[in-house]
């Protein structure tokens, strides 16, 4: 998404939380907090639940519905770590008075070659790491919001806007129920996370931190029908424009990317080929009995993109349900060199969401090109490539839309499931076909 010009990329964030409490049982601190992360000048709120005591201790962040849950925790020595290993990412803070105070450790993605405007999703390995000012307080719920007042904004808008990716416009989605909003930015590479708020004064304001995307977006309604949109913190985008769907069209602005075009391949007849170390350091390829006469989804990605991590909850899933029919599921995974090395943030993701299909390590971010030449316009992350029993290239789609983006995952969910039940139904070709393959005449 983001080109909303930040210079910190969402994607690019990764939180591991450590509270030092200076006294007080763990216990003291269960419970629903209202915390801030304050970033580019931006206090952004979010929800930090914190339940259990000693080892059993967890924290748990959101996105939207979706929560983000510890990696580990302990209450030790005075000291509560609450850590999300598949993000890298940490918090420390005292406690005084029963609130929280400290600082977040954010380690982020900068620009470099092939970084979007936004910093999101790009072939950059370029990170810093800092720390972001974190505050905690007791959830005390709002009193009630008259709903006299408030404007419905639901349903899907469109953002003109001209990205290093060649986008004309985002989506922007929003939920509403009365005061209360859920609302994304979706664009080819996927969205930036559910964000939440409500109806406040003469906007609305929604905002979350799932521990790799601090964000808060203010959506004001205009006299003319449009919305103003503002972005802060690591979506920090400037100011926008919102249109419904029609009338961007009665004015002849553009539409959005289609996901499913987007990227392409250089030649519908040529084998899919690859050939990586998976995180053991064995050698697979196409070639491999693995994926020989299997329906492959080929996922390129990378686990400190944050649509990533959305897309892999959802290719489990399918993984469980297409398995036994015939279905294999290989992540073609770029990941920065110190990464390359330790594999600790990919072992704590792989654990985490519990991924039982096949990680290859392929490489750094700016070698995709290299790595994956049978793509065209490959320059979102994730992609997904549908590969037939044949090992041709079927169907691509750019991007994830992951359920904060509403009914773009909804068709998102019909598109996979469709080119995947219709692939399965093919039978794999005899070995005594020939096909052609990369480096073939």
Same mark, same amino acid.
């Given at each position: ?20 409490? /200076? ?51 302990? #209450? ?87 990205? !290093?990716?060649?986008?004309?416009? #985002? ?22 996370? /559910? ?72 030649? !519908? ?34 686990? #400190? ?63 995709? #090109?290299?790595?994956? !030449?049978? /793509? ?24 994830? /839309? ?40």
């Amino acid at each position: 998404m983001r080109s909303m010009k930040n210079v910190v990329g969402p994607a690019a964030i990764a939180l591991g939380l450590s509270v030092i409490a /200076a006294a007080g049982p763990a216990e003291d601190l269960d419970g629903r907090w209202a915390a801030t992360v304050v970033q580019n000048g931006v206090t952004i709120p979010f929800r930090l639940d914190i339940s259990g005591s000693g080892s059993n201790l967890v924290g748990i962040l959101y996105n939207g519905e979706d929560k983000e849950t510890t990696t580990s925790a302990s #209450w030790k020595d005075g000291k509560l770590e609450l850590n999300f290993d598949h993000y890298l990412t940490y918090v420390t803070a005292a406690q005084k008075d029963g609130e929280l105070d400290g600082s977040i450790g954010i380690t982020v993605r900068v620009r470099g070659v092939g970084l979007d405007e936004g910093g999101n999703n790009g072939n950059a390995a370029a990170r810093t790491r800092g720390n972001s000012p974190f505050h905690a307080k007791r959830y005390v719920a709002p009193p009630a919001k008259s709903l006299a007042s408030v404007p419905s904004i639901d349903g899907v808008w469109e953002i003109p806007h001209e990205s !290093p990716k060649g986008e004309h416009a #985002w989506r922007l989605i929003v939920q509403q129920r009365g005061a209360d909003i859920t609302t994304s930015i979706l664009r080819v590479d996927g969205d930036t996370g /559910a964000l939440t708020g409500s109806w406040q004064g003469d906007k609305f304001i929604a905002s979350h931190f799932d521990g790799a995307r601090p964000g808060l977006f203010e959506i004001t309604p205009l006299p003319d029908g449009t919305l103003k949109v503002v972005s802060g913190g690591s979506n920090r985008d400037g100011e926008l424009i919102a249109y419904r769907p029609e009338v961007a069209r009665a004015k002849g602005l553009p539409e959005p990317s289609n996901y499913q075009t987007h990227t392409t391949v250089r030649d !519908p007849n040529e084998v899919f080929a690859y050939r990586f170390p998976d995180t053991h350091g064995k050698i697979l390829s196409n070639e491999d009995p693995k994926f020989k006469g299997k329906v492959v989804l080929a996922i390129v990605t990378g686990t #400190w993109c944050p649509n990533c991590h959305d897309e892999a909850q959802y290719l489990v899933q399918l993984y469980a349900k297409y398995h036994d029919q015939g279905l294999e599921i290989v992540a073609l995974d770029f990941e920065e060199p110190d990464q390359q090395k330790s594999l600790q943030r990919v072992n704590a993701f792989i654990k985490q969401y519990k991924v039982p299909y096949t990680y290859l390590i392929a490489g750094e971010p700016s070698e995709m #090109w290299d790595k994956v !030449p049978q /793509a065209v316009n490959l320059n979102t992350w994730p992609a997904t490539l549908f590969i037939g029993r044949d090992g041709k290239v079927k169907a691509t789609h750019a991007g994830f /839309a992951a359920p904060g983006s509403g009914v773009f995952n909804t068709q998102l969910k019909e598109e996979f499931t469709s080119n995947i039940e219709r692939l399965l139904k093919e039978k794999a070709p005899s070995a005594a076909s020939t096909t052609k393959s990369v480096g073939e005449e």
